[in-house]
């Protein structure tokens, strides 16, 4: 097992890294630095080529200042946990071929993490004793999953989004209402002077364990372009979108709780940063004698401490990655099982690791 754990995390629009040391066998977070970039902000969306860039040019000073901050030198550190995927091909390569650079120059292990795997691990760096059988709703600006998680390590897939993911309707309703880039903070905060007073679909509310939400965009879209005062009706239009999308996420979550019998629901993911999503699934699955599960907001947003830990978690059961580890878009989930559903499960009933 490794001592000291360097995360390293690229995939999107935050530069990450973090030092994860072995306290008495656990982990315990001893430096988090993410730089997220500003220079999206002015695009109203991650460009994927200035993303790259920038990741380059501050992969190193972020990772110098992680193990400043956690008093140890590089020489310290025996294993490197970087994302492999999914995201954005160029900047996930940036990740992978300084992490496969520093493994390899200091006879470190390696090993590459699913990006969802880190969210899903996240809540354990504050909750040391939270563990399986669980539900998670993993809700980022990509992805919207919800897994059945026997154990660390073995996941079955419930359901997933059929169109948009949740944080990019976010993102998306946010840009149509004139609100800046990312989305999901901006209506959380408008939404809390508004009225759900919309009736916006409550898509596939009692539809087995999928989602969607693109019918649900469009009608917010036809919803503005109707309002005959815009100003007026921002608020109630983001609370009125707000309060569907979590109705749904919330009464998914729930029939999981019911489905599996299990008393534990982790949420994860930039989404799962929305406090009222949090309120609202614990209410839904209070009476079932379950309870949420939730990093704060810094460890559940794009991070490099929740890769670290995902990575401990496979380099415990010994598993680690060859210098042929490739950054992968769409790279399936590890340990997916056979008879799950997701159209990116790997046909392998094995679980894999990425390589
Ligand atoms: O996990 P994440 O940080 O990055 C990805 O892996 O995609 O998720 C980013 C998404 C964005 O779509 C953003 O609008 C959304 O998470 N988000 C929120 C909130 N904070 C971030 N959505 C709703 N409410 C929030 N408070
Ligand atoms: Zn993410």
Redo the contacts with the bound molecule.
């Keep these: 097992m490794a001592d000291v754990v360097l995360g390293l995390e690229t995939?999107?629009d935050e530069t990450s890294a973090a030092v994860l040391v072995n306290d008495r066998g656990r982990p315990e977070l001893a430096s988090l630095v993410i730089l997220s970039q500003d220079v999206h902000r002015v695009f109203g969306g991650v460009v994927p080529e200035l993303a790259s860039r920038a990741h380059l040019s501050t992969i190193e000073p972020v990772t110098r200042r992680a193990l400043e901050e956690a008093g140890l030198p590089l020489s310290a550190v025996d294993a490197v946990a970087v994302t492999a995927g999914p995201g954005l091909a160029g900047a996930l390569l940036v990740g992978v071929c300084y992490g496969k650079a520093l493994a390899a120059a200091g006879g470190r292990k390696l090993i590459g993490v699913h990006?969802l795997e880190g969210?899903l691990f996240a809540p354990t760096l504050e909750d040391r004793d939270l563990a399986p059988p669980l539900v998670a709703l993993i809700v980022?600006?990509?992805h919207t999953v919800l897994l059945d998680v026997p154990e660390w390590g073995r996941y079955r897939l419930l359901g997933e989004t059929r169109d948009d993911a949740a944080?990019?309707a976010?993102?998306k309703v946010a840009s149509m209402l004139g609100l800046g880039f990312?989305?999901?903070?901006a209506?959380?905060r408008l939404a809390r002077t508004g009225r759900d007073r919309f009736g916006f679909p409550r898509p596939m509310l009692h539809d087995g364990f999928d989602f969607s939400f693109s019918g649900l965009k469009t009608a917010v879209l036809l919803a503005v372009r109707r309002s005959a005062q815009l100003e007026a009706d921002r608020a109630d239009l983001a609370a009125s979108f707000q309060a569907a999308v979590l109705d749904v996420l919330a009464a998914k979550v729930r029939a999981a709780i019911e489905h599996t019998g299990y008393r534990t629901a982790v949420l994860g993911?930039?989404?799962a940063?929305?406090r009222m999503l949090a309120e609202r699934v614990a209410a839904e699955i209070k009476r079932h004698g379950a309870r949420v599960a939730v990093a704060s907001p810094r460890i559940n947003?794009?991070n490099a401490a929740m890769i670290a830990r995902a990575g401990w978690f496979h380099l415990s059961r010994g598993e680690t990655s060859d210098h042929y580890l490739d950054a992968d878009p769409r790279l399936p989930w590890p340990g997916l099982e056979a008879g799950s559903s997701a159209s990116s499960a790997p046909s392998a009933a094995s679980p894999k690791v990425p390589q």
């Design positions: 995939s999107c990006h969210h980022s600006g990509g944080g990019e976010f993102d990312p989305g999901g903070p209506i959380e993911g930039g989404v940063c929305n947003a794009d």
